[in-house]
């Protein structure tokens, strides 16, 4: 199995020390590594059977990471996007689902015209807030349906006007949060498309376990076409 983890690596981040963690639990089985957005790879995921975009934005190629959401609606590819995925998920599925021609993110537009991803009215470095998964859910169906807490690193989510503009094009509010509002996106109408704001891979350095979410990707990733 191939899993493209698309991100620009900087061990100087727990986070991503902590997807390196997660990486190294996977298995023989699973053929992975950090897979930077300006290196040729990150334009040929023909033969990725999933793809986790990861944090750490703006990545080095915007584009990379944009065409990488693309294939995945496209194809039916698994995707899994987390803190930086999960924004490029918004902006693109407003694009692509909701008709938001000027979409964009504050991160990288501040003046655009639809800003789909805002600043936090609290930015959330390195804070933990309550996770509270929505009933029937596939997050809740993979997490529980009972809160738990979720570790971020980022001072940007989903404007809190666009949540009903998303959710009027078919993709579905799975969690929310304090301070973060829309923690979880996905698509009922796809094989594995789910994007969270906070980050699932923290804590398994110490815990020697994948995260339920990382785990239900690969296994969507291995199931039958």
């Known amino acids: 199995m191939r899993l493209v983890a698309l991100g620009d690596r900087d061990p100087a981040h727990l986070t991503h020390r902590e997807i390196d963690a997660t990486l190294a639990l996977l298995g023989d089985h699973v053929d992975c590594g950090w897979v930077a957005t300006d290196s040729p790879p990150a334009r040929r995921l023909d033969e990725a059977d999933a793809v986790w975009l990861l944090p750490g934005t703006?990545?080095?190629?915007?584009d990379a990471a944009?065409?990488?959401?693309?294939?995945?609606?496209?194809?039916?590819?698994?995707?899994?996007?987390?803190?930086?995925?999960?924004?490029?998920?918004?902006?693109?599925?407003?694009?692509a689902r909701a008709g938001v021609t000027g979409a964009a993110s504050a991160e990288l537009d501040p003046e655009g015209d639809a800003l789909v991803v805002a600043p936090l009215a609290c930015a959330l470095y390195g804070e933990t807030r309550t996770v509270t998964p929505v009933d029937g859910t596939r997050l809740a169906e993979i997490c529980g349906a009972e809160p738990f807490d979720g570790h971020h690193q980022c001072g940007y989510g989903?404007?809190?006007?666009?949540?009903?503009?998303?959710?009027?094009?078919?993709?579905v509010i799975s969690a929310h949060a304090p301070d973060a509002g829309v923690e979880g996106i996905e698509l009922p109408d796809h094989p594995f498309f789910l994007a969270t704001a906070f980050q699932p891979q923290v804590g398994s350095s110490a815990s020697g376990?994948?995260?339920?979410?990382?785990?239900?990707?690969?296994?969507?990733?291995?199931?039958?076409?």
């Open 209 to 225: 376990v994948v995260h339920p979410l990382i785990a239900a990707l690969l296994a969507a990733a291995a199931a039958p076409a």
């Open 58 to 62: 703006p990545y080095r190629d915007d």
């Open 66 to 95: 944009r065409e990488a959401i693309h294939h995945c609606l496209d194809t039916g590819t698994p995707f899994l996007g987390t803190c930086g995925g999960f924004q490029y998920a918004c902006v693109e599925l407003a694009r």
């Open 158 to 171: 989903l404007a809190d006007a666009y949540a009903p503009v998303l959710a009027r094009a078919g993709v």
